[in-house]
């Protein structure tokens, strides 16, 4: 068999993000509205200040205007809670995001569901996890909806497909199931307790790896000719003092087996800001009764 094709998260990433400067355009133009995003950062965690400056840029590039509060962690609940009310009030702001993380001493879902649900273009409210679940129009956590996106490059139609999801995280495990069941996919959500994982992840023709665990899903776990979509992110020793980023599966085995697989890095991740980019422009839109545009 020959191995999987690699499908180019940068490339689709970076469509997307032109079809959504497209949609800024026309809304500037038609509506004088230049959307913004809010993105609120506590503390000094490294990975999440590269994230955050990654999101700032790619929202400029886009067209839209870009918002940043940088706490420090001693930053305490009550004096963020107030940077939230004031964000949801400001009639300059779109989409409001806070990056996690948060520090301990912060409760993570306290603040979550303190952003105004039409503003929370992570999807995190419990409002937006809701009206996910039972169908209605809500705002999508960006890292399942590339990954859904990412998977459609491959299979336009994923009707009737074997799903499996390898974790059950709020983030990604959770909510990626649900747009799975809105494309029809039988969907199983396996996880650290499921008995004989491999002969699980055996049965999909669509695997989506989310668990955090560095190269943890095998070549020989895959059915040949599977789609994987590989959400892990994952820093590694390289063995020479070096690291480097690694996802959840082992590309090496598994591109050997599937059909079309993400690589790590250069698959999921950068479709995450893409879609946050989306979001924003989709909250934009909804929040002065808009269409909201094709993207
Ligand atoms: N930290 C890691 N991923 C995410 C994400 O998708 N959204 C936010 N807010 N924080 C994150």
Redesign the pocket.
């Known amino acids: 068999m020959a191995e999987a094709r690699i499908i180019d998260g940068k490339t689709i990433a970076a469509e997307l993000r032109g079809r959504v400067a497209a949609a800024v355009t026309e809304l500037n133009k038609i509506h004088k509205l230049q959307p913004g995003l809010a993105v609120v950062l506590v503390g000094e965690d490294p990975a ?1 200040h590269v ?1 955050v400056a990654s999101k700032a840029k790619h929202t400029m590039e886009a067209g839209m205007r870009s918002i940043e509060h940088r706490l420090p962690a001693d930053t305490s609940e009550a004096q963020l809670l107030a940077l939230i009310a004031h964000l949801n009030d400001d009639p300059d702001i779109d989409g409001i ?5 948060l520090p301990k001493h912060i409760d993570s879902n306290k603040v979550i569901e303190a952003i105004n649900p039409a503003k929370d273009v ?1 999807g ?1 409210h419990p409002i937006n996890v809701g009206r996910l679940a039972t169908g209605e129009r809500a705002l999508v ?3 399942p909806l590339g990954s859904i996106i990412l998977a459609k490059t491959v299979r336009p139609d994923l009707n009737g497909l074997e799903a499996v999801v390898v974790g059950r995280s709020n ?1 990604v495990g959770k909510p990626v199931t649900q747009l799975l069941l809105r494309e029809n996919c039988t969907v199983t959500i396996a996880h650290s307790r499921t008995r004989d994982l491999p002969g699980v992840v055996r049965r999909a023709d669509l695997v989506i790896a989310a668990v955090g665990q560095p190269q943890m899903v095998k070549g020989d776990w895959i059915k040949p000719g599977a789609i994987v979509i590989d959400v892990g992110i994952n820093r590694i020793p390289k063995g020479d003092g070096k690291t480097r980023l690694v996802g959840d599966v082992d590309f090496d085995s598994a591109k050997a087996v599937a059909g079309a697989i993400t690589p790590v890095p250069g698959g999921v991740g950068l479709m ?1 800001v893409a879609c ?1 980019l989306r979001n924003t422009v989709e909250a934009a839109c909804i929040l002065r009764g808009l269409t909201v545009p094709a993207m």
């Open positions: 999440s994230y995001l806070v990056q996690l993380p992570d995190f956590p960006c890292t983030i995450t946050l």
